[in-house]
């Protein structure tokens, strides 16, 4: 029997979303934001009726519990370096498909889709959907990034994203019409439309108008090698790839169908993004969504964010400060015309301690792979403690697992080997032979070297070293040294895939509001930033050409778990698996989570509108701010 799910999108009432002019009639037609009256009046746009869809997403705001807008203003925000301009395609979150603010799936960009049995994806494009440049927007554009791209071994050495071929064979595409695609497996693929609505969604389209220009097989070789010239570059794919790259939004002349559109190429200390002339959303009242005029992101050490955000340079801020910048942050709210909401964070675990279990030294590899040794580090930390110390008691001591949140949760997940019992993490130490010590109290390894444990971290946290402040001493009294070793991001992760790094401190698992229709892939050995297995995790992130397979049997029942769900299309067998998985990754303790349910400090001007007082915030799968719609906030006096 196939299984077949239908969405549509932008649905008021009737099968098919009214056209603008009938949702709100003619006199909407000339609704428009004054930031774009000298385009109109150049003729560099069309009117608003003739630059929408014909069948635009209307987003109700009283449904949602928000109040409609007006159009106008800027927000300034801060970002720590060029490269976070990224943050803007995060937030604005125009995605084919993505989640509401229930994690179900809906479609956006697209005017709907069918799933048939997840082996079978059609989706269909809104007619007269216009790029930000007012080119079409048709099904020809994912013809283009299917033929000339994905199958181009140039531009696609590796053969296509993981998630277009989790069985090994790409899909079937079709273009059914101009505007309806389809693509086909012969097993299933429950994790397609996850990956379409993800944070870093998986591109399978892309503006071929604007892109051909920098192919070869439609550009000639002189004018290509003056673009290549031109862009620094010395071969043709590379040219194809930094001009087409829409996650890091660098190039101002790339057309977008995101809300906003960056109108700065780098290097630069301030990026201006504007408002798309030819965004797909409307509110109930016929006002083209954004109603944020421009976005100027401001560069800055990553430091002094919380500082200048709480100095009133910011006017939405989430990025660049934590919980410890709360107090000072509450305390502007004095000095300037800001407010401060907090957000509850989604993470497994706001700090967690990651043993590697590919270190390199052989005996701490050991003893790092033992389950006996794992739990014992976990019953050492009082995590009470921890919690009042360093979040004024307002997290939750929980193993690094899914939230309450999550329809998977489960208390016995969260409660694994969390309770402060250093009397049994002794017993566990003595029991692996670690029970002669030297007069310090440090107990020694098998070789004979003192227990020393030293735990890196980027240090991009003062909450990090903190927290490890805390673990020293726990640790202590149950014969363990604890070192801190601090070195930058790109250092950190190149030691830990080195397998010089014995332990260290990290955020925990990314989705802890997953449901079953989400992948478990952070359960299982499948990336190699996961600091707890990095060569396992390169080894399935590069289908085994590089890395090493892992070699202990809970790792790899962990794999063939995950595997075993992505070849199901039935949600009942993919909520068994899941928590097969959850119980499995907590008994082990293959992270060692500490504290979660943390909050989220949330700076935004005080005029700004439609902001959430509470929310949940992380980047997979909420995207940060984005499934709450920035471009449905707006400016009370704009």
């Not at 996650?247 to 002349?253: A, T």
């Not at 005996?363 to 360093?390: K, Q």
Request: aromatic share 10%.
């Amino acid at each position: 029997m196939v299984s077949r799910r239908t969405f549509l999108g932008g649905l008021v009432g009737s099968v098919l979303a009214p056209s603008i002019a009938g949702a709100n009639g003619d006199r909407d037609r000339d609704i428009e934001p004054e930031f774009l009256t000298d385009w109109l009046r150049a003729g560099r746009i069309p009117a608003m009726v003739d630059r929408l869809p014909t069948h635009p997403r209307i987003v109700n705001m009283k449904n949602m519990g928000r109040e409609p807008g007006v159009y106008g203003g800027t927000v300034r925000t801060i970002i720590g370096s060029a490269k976070d301009i990224r943050y803007m395609t995060v937030n604005g979150y125009s995605r084919l498909v993505g989640y509401d603010t229930r994690l179900q799936l809906q479609p956006d960009i697209v005017m709907g889709f069918t799933s048939e049995n997840d082996t079978v994806f059609t989706f269909h494009l809104r007619e007269g959907h216009r790029w930000s440049d007012g080119a079409p927007f048709t099904a020809d554009d994912f013809r283009y990034w299917w033929e000339d791209v994905i199958l181009d071994k140039a531009l696609t050495p590796g053969g296509g994203a993981l998630e277009l071929r989790p069985h090994g064979d790409l899909p079937r595409f079709e273009m059914l019409d101009p505007l309806t695609v389809r693509y086909s497996w012969d097993k299933p693929n429950p994790n397609f439309m996850p990956a379409l609505a993800g944070p870093l969604p998986l591109v399978i389209y892309g503006p071929g108008h604007y892109l051909k220009q920098f192919h070869k097989k439609y550009q000639d070789d002189f004018r290509l090698s003056a673009l290549m010239k031109e862009n620094r570059v010395k071969k043709w794919a590379d040219l194809h790839i930094k001009m087409s790259r829409a996650s890091r939004p660098e190039n101002p002349e790339l057309p977008t169908l995101d809300p906003w559109l960056n109108t700065t190429a780098p290097p630069a200390d301030q990026f201006v993004f504007v408002r798309n002339p030819f965004f797909h959303r409307i509110d109930e009242n016929g006002l083209q969504l954004p109603y944020v005029d421009r976005f100027v992101l401001n560069v800055s050490s990553s430091s002094i964010i919380a500082a200048k955000a709480g100095a009133g340079e910011s006017d939405l801020q989430s990025t660049g400060v934590d919980f410890n910048d709360y107090t000072f942050l509450k305390d502007a709210e004095k000095r300037f015309p800001v407010k401060v909401n907090l957000w509850k964070q989604i993470r497994g675990s706001r700090v967690a301690l990651l043993p590697n279990l590919n270190c390199a030294d052989e005996v701490w590899r050991d003893l790092f792979r033992d389950v006996r040794f794992r739990r014992g580090l976990s019953l050492a930390v009082d995590r009470h403690e921890i919690n009042m110390v360093a979040f004024y008691g307002l997290g939750k001591a929980s193993a690094d697992t899914v939230l309450p949140e999550s329809p998977l949760y489960k208390s016995e997940y969260a409660d694994a080997f969390i309770n402060h019992d250093p009397d049994e993490a002794n017993r566990l130490f003595d029991e692996l032979g670690l029970s002669k010590r030297d007069s310090d109290g440090i107990r020694f390894l098998p070789d004979g070297r003192r227990a020393e444990i030293t735990v890196e971290t980027a240090g991009e946290s003062t909450l990090d070293t903190d927290v490890l402040e805390l673990v020293r001493d726990h640790w202590r009294q149950v014969g363990l040294a604890l070192y801190v070793r601090t070195s930058q991001r790109d250092v950190f992760r190149n030691r830990a895939m080195g397998g010089t790094i014995m332990m260290s401190i990290w955020f925990g698992i990314d989705n802890g509001v997953a449901t079953a229709d989400m992948v478990p892939n952070q359960l299982a050995p499948t990336f190699d930033d996961q600091l707890q297995w990095p060569l396992w995790g390169m080894h399935y992130l590069s289908a085994g050409q590089e890395g090493a397979a892992p070699d202990l049997p809970e790792a790899k029942q962990l794999v063939d778990l995950l595997n075993q769900w992505g070849l199901t299309a039935r949600f009942e067998e993919r909520e068994a698996i899941w928590h097969q998985m959850l119980s499995l990754y907590t008994q082990q303790v293959f992270s060692i989570g500490l504290i979660n349910s943390t909050l989220q400090p949330i700076l935004h001007s005080a005029k700004l509108q439609n902001v959430p007082d509470r929310a949940l915030y992380g980047f997979d799968p909420t995207c940060f701010l984005g499934i709450y719609m920035p471009d449905t906030f707006w400016f009370k006096e704009a």
